[in-house]
């Protein structure tokens, strides 16, 4: 069975950093390519950013780029999201996603949400 | 601003059908396929349609989507009570080189 189990969330404050991981069971994360998704509250989804399933192509998007980086650590199956220069307005609950090719890149299987606040 | 652009809110009764709209660009869905999901308060988000007009295993055939130049429509027809959610439309942008989303339209069964 795939599972997607995101851990990491917290309170930050403006300017700190904080790691989301997503940890990945019943397939190998190398084998895909995952994305974050995130909401702020009281808003919609907005795609953060993606990895492709060799490594080698990270996506972003621009209000992330440069502070934040995708990686994954396929010995611990898992896909991570290093965020820096934390700001109020990436308060968001945060999802990893794994892309299938068998729906055309679409995003079947999702993990229940980290809750990420940056407040003073 | 969303880079694809969908009505706030929609509604219908139990049984209607209702059609929620997806505009974008010849970079986004007129060039690369449109994508819905359906999103309930407090879960993770649903895959509905792929491809412009395909459907996962496990959803119902009241889903259909459809895709015409640089717009995609989600239709629901049979609507029930569990139907009332968020939508959302999705594609890959060539210009931004990322994936874009729709603000979101809130489904009402009425």
């Known amino acids: 069975e795939v599972q997607l189990v995101e851990s990491g969330g917290g309170l930050v404050k403006p300017g700190g950093s904080l790691r989301l991981s997503c940890a990945a069971s019943?397939?190998?994360?190398?084998?895909?390519?995952m994305t974050w998704v995130r909401q702020p509250p009281g808003k919609g989804l907005e795609w953060v950013s993606s990895i492709s399933s060799g490594g080698s192509y990270m996506y972003y998007a621009d209000s992330v780029k440069v502070r934040f980086t995708i990686s994954r650590d396929n010995a611990k199956n898992s896909l991570s999201l290093q965020m820096n220069s934390l700001r109020a307005e990436d308060t968001a609950v945060y999802y990893c996603a794994r892309e299938d090719p068998g729906y055309s890149s679409g995003w079947f299987f999702w993990g229940q949400g980290a809750l990420v606040t940056v407040s003073s | 601003q969303s880079v694809l652009t969908q009505p706030p809110s929609a509604s219908g009764t139990p049984g209607q059908r209702v059609t929620i709209s997806c505009s974008g660009s010849?970079?986004?869905?007129?060039?690369?396929?449109g994508y819905w999901y359906q999103h309930l308060p407090g879960t993770a988000p649903k895959l509905l349609i792929y491809a412009n007009n395909d459907r996962p295993s496990g959803v119902p055939d009241r889903f259909s989507g459809s895709k015409s130049g640089t717009s995609a429509s989600l239709a629901i027809s049979g609507l029930r009570s569990e139907d009332e959610a968020v939508y959302y439309c999705?594609?890959?942008?060539?210009?931004?080189?990322?994936?874009?989303f729709g603000g979101g339209t809130k489904l009402t069964v009425l």
């Open positions: 999705a594609a890959w942008d060539d210009s931004l080189n990322g994936w874009v």
């Open positions: 010849s970079s986004n869905i007129g060039s690369n396929y």
């Open positions: 019943g397939f190998s994360v190398s084998n895909y390519a």
